[in-house]
């Protein structure tokens, strides 16, 4: 009811894209609970059953299989494939859960547990669902690529991906979180328009409630459980709020930008809440979902050690390996995470049988979850290398590190330092050393270290995603030491302890609300009604873009080859034709493809054969040109007429025979060539 409401208010959706919207919704429902039985039989240890994370899990596991089997060429990833992917999840469930009675069980067991996690689900999906209809245009920052990977993925059945912004090139870029997207649009029925912001949607909702799972493996408090999950998922940084005095400052998309570009030299981190509310469908944004999945495997393994089993081993994989394919970055930190967790749990067993649970395990199910995902290794293999460097230039000052998320480190000292400086031993010992959270606080020292004083690649990348993720590790740390708020409470002498961590938090949350407010106020074309359709933009600023790509989409199946005038990296008016179809591009963003390793003589060489495809006057040879590099679509829009020659360009419309004009409108075209036909619907 709720959806259908805010469709005629504020998304504005029509025909099936409006059933669209419901379906996924109530799909992922469907899904989350019949997958409950095995999520139980992973996690019968945890208060609720692991069902906080059971809805990613699900949905993991069933793009998953359906990835695997389509690298292995027995399926395709088609709505039939997906289908055939989720029945056999479905028997899987049956099998190993001992028949459905078990799920009517375990939902009546944990009822209050569920209600409280899909609350949170339809919480977070509607505000951020509502967030992005009113700026749903999508040529800010790098939406441009992430939509064209995303369309891209929605078109191609078959693996490995090429790079669609480098035609017949093999994508070297981690795209597991694409194709994840992809699949369930081609699931629920939607388009990729409408699909990019379900996306955005569901990674933010994912996040909430693998956050309330782990909070609730932790701390073992529903309540608490569940406003830690609400803080961290909406929450700024101190950023936020000081901006907030500043007289240059109105709440704006100046002061939304500026939140994060907080660092000396142009450097910037991000956090969830921003990132959200941005909406960038990038690897870093669709990993932190994943990043809280993979917590909550490694402190169950951790609290059930000898318990677990190979089932559940296998399951841990999985989830370990799709940080690998979404975004490599957090996989190493991460992993680092997990090494020295486990580490330090080890040194104080000082039990050398410990070794077999602590290093021997979890080193098998790291190489397990290599080989899950070698589809993926393949496809990067011949891409940028790594390189690893000691950081001697740049050192970010305490002051920035704290204004990006040091409202967090406050809390902690807030809620530990008292207890360290008592005199009751037993405390200490008990609530620090052999914590959750203080192998975690180590952990999260150890990046914090590893990110300050090294850099890969270089120290602009590694700030800004190590940054990323140190927000999100921080912010977890702060919300498992409110374990002591109640100590604290009820001792008149702590008291004003308790009244700093709430306005630590509540200033976070103010600055939380006022980015959210600047991001909504970002409406440079206010003449267009709020809605989801990402492109309808471009009726207004480039209308004669607007209608080749509608004819695209409605006309052009598959994946072939186009050319059209190549751009630099954030030119959002240029690769137009690429980004809003998903059909491979010659060349698009050009320092985009360098960075997914393709060489700069391999750029430049692609920059000079388009110049002559549209400054040529020789149209036979241009022909073969094109068919020789499996070119079946030839683009004239305001870009290219800008750029080349009009009497070059004139020679596409005098050779119909060569070049065949298949649709004009507002004074663009598009062509086919060689075996165009076999493209078209």
Same mark, same amino acid.
């Given at each position: 009811?709720?959806?259908?409401?805010l469709?005629k208010?504020?998304f504005?959706?029509?025909?099936?894209?409006?059933?669209?919207?419901?379906?996924?919704?109530?799909f992922?429902?469907?899904?989350?609970?019949?997958?409950?039985?095995?999520?139980a039989?992973l996690?019968?240890?945890?208060?609720?059953?692991?069902?906080?994370?059971?809805?990613l899990?699900?949905?993991?596991?069933?793009?998953?299989?359906?990835?695997?089997?389509?690298?292995?060429?027995?399926?395709?990833n088609?709505?039939?494939?997906?289908?055939?992917?989720?029945?056999?999840?479905?028997?899987?469930?049956?099998?190993?859960?001992?028949?459905?009675?078990?799920l009517?069980?375990?939902?009546?067991?944990?009822?209050?547990?569920?209600?409280?996690?899909?609350?949170?689900?339809?919480?977070?999906?509607?505000?951020?669902?509502?967030?992005f209809?009113?700026?749903?245009?999508l040529?800010?920052?790098?939406?441009?690529?992430?939509?064209?990977?995303?369309?891209?993925?929605?078109?191609?059945?078959?693996?490995?991906?090429?790079?669609?912004?480098?035609?017949g090139?093999?994508?070297?870029?981690?795209?597991f979180?694409?194709?994840f997207?992809a699949s369930?649009?081609?699931?629920?029925?939607?388009?990729?328009?409408?699909?990019?912001?379900?996306?955005v949607a569901?990674?933010?909702?994912?996040?909430?409630t693998?956050?309330?799972?782990l909070?609730?493996?932790?701390?073992?408090?529903?309540k608490?459980?569940?406003v830690?999950?609400?803080?961290?998922?909406?929450?700024?940084?101190?950023? @936020?709020? %000081?901006? &907030? !005095?500043?007289?240059?400052?109105?709440?704006?998309a100046?002061?939304f930008?500026? =939140?994060?570009? +907080? #660092?000396?030299?142009?450097?910037?981190a991000e956090?969830? @809440?921003w %990132?959200? &509310? !941005?909406?960038?469908?990038?690897?870093?944004?669709?990993?932190y979902?994943?990043? =809280?999945?993979? +917590? #909550?495997?490694?402190?169950?393994?951790?609290?059930?050690?000898?318990?677990?089993d190979? !089932?559940?081993?296998?399951?841990?994989?999985?989830?370990?390996?799709s940080?690998?394919?979404?975004?490599?970055?957090?996989?190493?930190?991460y992993?680092?995470?997990?090494?020295v967790?486990?580490?330090?749990?080890?040194?104080?067993?000082?039990?050398?049988?410990?070794?077999?649970?602590?290093?021997?395990k979890?080193?098998?199910?790291?190489?397990?979850?290599?080989?899950?995902?070698?589809?993926?290794l393949?496809?990067?293999?011949?891409?940028?290398?790594?390189?690893?460097?000691?950081?001697?230039k740049?050192?970010?000052?305490?002051s920035?590190i704290?204004?990006?998320?040091?409202?967090?480190?406050?809390?902690?000292?807030?809620?530990?330092?008292?207890?360290?400086?008592?005199?009751?031993?037993?405390l200490?010992?008990?609530?620090?050393?052999?914590s959750?959270?203080?192998?975690?606080?180590?952990?999260?020292?150890?990046?914090?270290?590893?990110?300050?004083?090294?850099?890969?690649?270089?120290?602009?990348?590694?700030?800004?995603?190590?940054?990323?993720?140190?927000?999100?590790?921080?912010?977890?740390?702060?919300?498992l030491?409110?374990?002591?708020?109640?100590?604290?409470?009820?001792r008149k002498?702590?008291?004003?302890?308790?009244?700093?961590?709430?306005?630590?938090?509540?200033?976070?949350?103010i600055?939380g609300?006022?980015?959210?407010?600047?991001?909504?106020?970002?409406?440079?074309?206010?003449?267009?009604?709020?809605?989801?359709?990402?492109?309808?933009?471009?009726s207004?600023?480039?209308?004669?873009?607007?209608?080749?790509i509608?004819?695209?989409?409605?006309?052009?199946?598959?994946t072939p080859g186009?050319?059209?005038?190549?751009?630099?990296?954030?030119?959002?008016?240029g690769?137009?034709?690429?980004t809003h179809?998903?059909?491979?591009?010659?060349?698009?963003?050009?320092?985009?493809?360098?960075?997914?390793?393709?060489?700069?003589?391999?750029?430049?060489?692609?920059?000079?054969?388009?110049?002559?495809?549209?400054?040529?006057?020789?149209?036979?040879?241009?022909?073969?040109f094109?068919?020789?590099?499996n070119?079946?679509?030839?683009?004239?829009?305001?870009n290219?007429?800008?750029?080349?020659?009009a009497r070059?360009?004139?020679?596409?419309?005098?050779?119909?025979?060569?070049?065949?004009?298949?649709?004009?409108?507002?004074?663009?075209?598009?062509?086919?060539?060689?075996?165009f036909?076999?493209?078209?619907?």
């Amino acid at each position: 009811m709720t959806l259908t409401i805010l469709n005629k208010t504020s998304f504005r959706l029509e025909g099936i894209e409006s059933t669209g919207v419901i379906f996924w919704y109530y799909f992922q429902l469907f899904l989350s609970f019949l997958f409950f039985p095995i999520t139980a039989r992973l996690f019968p240890k945890s208060l609720d059953l692991g069902y906080g994370v059971n809805r990613l899990l699900s949905l993991l596991f069933v793009v998953f299989i359906n990835w695997t089997l389509t690298f292995l060429g027995i399926m395709s990833n088609t709505q039939p494939g997906l289908f055939l992917c989720l029945m056999g999840v479905l028997f899987l469930t049956h099998t190993r859960a001992n028949g459905g009675n078990d799920l009517i069980h375990i939902m009546k067991l944990k009822y209050k547990e569920i209600m409280t996690v899909e609350a949170l689900y339809f919480i977070c999906f509607t505000v951020f669902l509502l967030v992005f209809s009113f700026h749903p245009d999508l040529y800010w920052g790098e939406k441009p690529m992430d939509f064209n990977l995303l369309n891209f993925g929605f078109r191609e059945t078959q693996l490995p991906w090429q790079d669609p912004w480098f035609l017949g090139e093999k994508l070297k870029y981690y795209y597991f979180g694409y194709y994840f997207f992809a699949s369930l649009i081609k699931f629920a029925g939607v388009g990729p328009e409408v699909g990019y912001s379900l996306s955005v949607a569901t990674t933010s909702a994912l996040f909430c409630t693998s956050l309330f799972g782990l909070f609730y493996l932790l701390l073992k408090r529903l309540k608490l459980s569940l406003v830690g999950a609400i803080c961290l998922t909406f929450a700024s940084n101190l950023q @936020s709020f %000081s901006l &907030l !005095f500043e007289k240059s400052n109105n709440i704006n998309a100046k002061y939304f930008w500026n =939140i994060t570009r +907080l #660092f000396k030299d142009h450097y910037f981190a991000e956090f969830p @809440s921003w %990132s959200f &509310l !941005f909406a960038d469908l990038h690897p870093h944004v669709m990993s932190y979902m994943l990043g =809280i999945l993979f +917590l #909550f495997f490694i402190f169950y393994y951790l609290k059930n050690l000898k318990s677990i089993d190979s !089932f559940f081993l296998f399951f841990m994989a999985i989830a370990w390996g799709s940080l690998i394919a979404t975004n490599s970055w957090d996989f190493i930190i991460y992993t680092l995470v997990f090494g020295v967790i486990l580490l330090s749990k080890l040194y104080f067993k000082r039990d050398t049988e410990a070794i077999k649970y602590y290093l021997k395990k979890p080193m098998l199910v790291g190489l397990l979850s290599f080989f899950l995902y070698l589809p993926f290794l393949y496809s990067i293999t011949g891409g940028r290398g790594v390189s690893l460097s000691i950081n001697k230039k740049i050192f970010h000052s305490l002051s920035e590190i704290y204004m990006h998320h040091g409202h967090w480190w406050l809390i902690v000292l807030l809620m530990w330092v008292p207890v360290l400086v008592s005199k009751r031993k037993t405390l200490v010992k008990n609530v620090l050393l052999h914590s959750d959270g203080f192998s975690l606080f180590l952990a999260t020292m150890v990046v914090f270290i590893f990110a300050y004083f090294f850099q890969l690649f270089d120290y602009m990348n590694t700030t800004f995603k190590f940054f990323n993720q140190l927000y999100v590790l921080w912010g977890i740390l702060a919300i498992l030491s409110l374990r002591n708020f109640n100590f604290y409470l009820y001792r008149k002498k702590y008291l004003i302890i308790c009244i700093l961590t709430i306005i630590t938090f509540n200033t976070v949350l103010i600055g939380g609300v006022t980015q959210a407010m600047a991001v909504t106020e970002y409406r440079p074309l206010r003449s267009l009604k709020k809605t989801l359709y990402g492109t309808d933009y471009l009726s207004v600023v480039k209308p004669e873009h607007f209608g080749i790509i509608k004819w695209i989409n409605s006309h052009i199946r598959g994946t072939p080859g186009i050319v059209e005038l190549y751009s630099k990296s954030f030119d959002s008016s240029g690769s137009l034709i690429s980004t809003h179809t998903g059909l491979p591009s010659y060349l698009g963003w050009d320092n985009h493809v360098k960075t997914r390793g393709i060489k700069s003589i391999q750029i430049e060489e692609r920059k000079r054969n388009i110049d002559f495809i549209y400054n040529s006057n020789d149209p036979i040879k241009v022909n073969e040109f094109l068919i020789s590099k499996n070119i079946n679509f030839l683009i004239i829009t305001s870009n290219e007429k800008s750029r080349y020659r009009a009497r070059s360009i004139r020679k596409f419309k005098k050779y119909a025979d060569l070049f065949v004009p298949l649709h004009q409108q507002n004074g663009s075209i598009v062509y086919g060539i060689g075996d165009f036909k076999k493209y078209l619907r």
